[in-house]
């Protein structure tokens, strides 16, 4: 089954309760002089509509139930089109989107006013789309002002996005099934590179590696820069240099995943050794490592929760780490006092969607979110151990040979009906296959 927009909009429509939304696409980004980013379209607005032009707006109406579903888009024009290429214009937003009405991006500020009276409130997102929000505003400000004559105006402006987002947050089969697609094609591309890797090449040669495949099998490209990060390197949770050599005997730490055609992305790490053998210290830490991540996915499962996912690897990291003496202090103590933090200190995942780091809440108040079938999740353990590392003053001095030794384990996983599915399972992981 293709994934069913209209559907999505139907859900959408009733969530609203009366509220009129407004959803606007993501604008053409500039990069340099008249130069743009590769377009990226805003991922509500995708999930919502399936459209990929920028600049467009949508318009949910459920007070005017014969027409609910508005687009502005962008206007067939032939001059235009012969630079940036095809518009599906407004018979295409109704004949292939499915509009109720299209109209010209160029007539929304006239249009709007009358779209939105008789709503009870508007939905809209402020501070994320500079180029609608002032119109939005004006409309509402506008409408606020006749209100005593009309005797209505929307009482209110909120949020779209508790609705939007725990839609997102619990993903259809369908949707699974692109991640899944997403995370095999990520996986085929860490098992290339680790194939590839060599001593004395540069990071931006595995990079290279990585991302012609992305490209090769169909996909828009990375879905967020990747990090190909040798030695001390990895202890940069971020690095997206990607131009040292890489050095025999050091560690390669692999941060990267593909986004589809239609945006559901794949966000798999691994590590491994450059010379293919580990040394004895990097052996002790990637096990650590991998038992944590193995731990913390046994975890997941309907009804269980991401803090508790987060918190069986803390503890597996934490007791490994004082059994090898980089920690000391009582197991609950280190806990609590988060004393482990200069060795391991991000989450151990988030949601993955049409977003990498996707939306949805973690928690409502002091209340966990529970897992369900359909959510997908990363589990992304890892230990950091960088040259420059110096440990708080009550924990142990960390010996040279530890130094310059980063590494992350990271896979894909949706909460099935009864436990885990992991989507990236095709990018091995193993000690033995980490060497060669
Ligand atoms: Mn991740």
Redesign the pocket.
Known sequence: MPISHAARRQLFLDALEGQAAVIPAAQAMQHHADVEFPFRQDSDFWYLTGFDEPGAVALFLPHRPETPFVLFVPAKDATAEVWEGFRWGTEGAVQQFGADVAHPLDQLEVLLPDYLNGADGISFRVGRHSAVEPLVLKVWAQQLDRAPRLGMAPRQLSAPCPILHAMRLRKEPEEVERIRMAARISAEAHEKAREFARPDQNEAEVRATLEQHFLARGTRGFAYPSIVAGGDNACILHYTANNAPLRDGDLLLI?AGCSLSDYYNG?I?RTFPINGRFSGEQRELYSLVLQAQEAAIAEVRPGATAEQVHERAVRVLVEGLVELGLLCGDLDGLIEQGAYRHLYMHRT??W?GLD??DVGAYRLGEHHISLEAGMVL?V?PGLYISDRLQPPEDQPAIDDRWKGIGIRI?DDVAVSQNGAEVLSAEALKSIEAMER
């Open positions: 941060d966000d790490t995942g988030h993955l990498v780091h990363t992304e990271e």
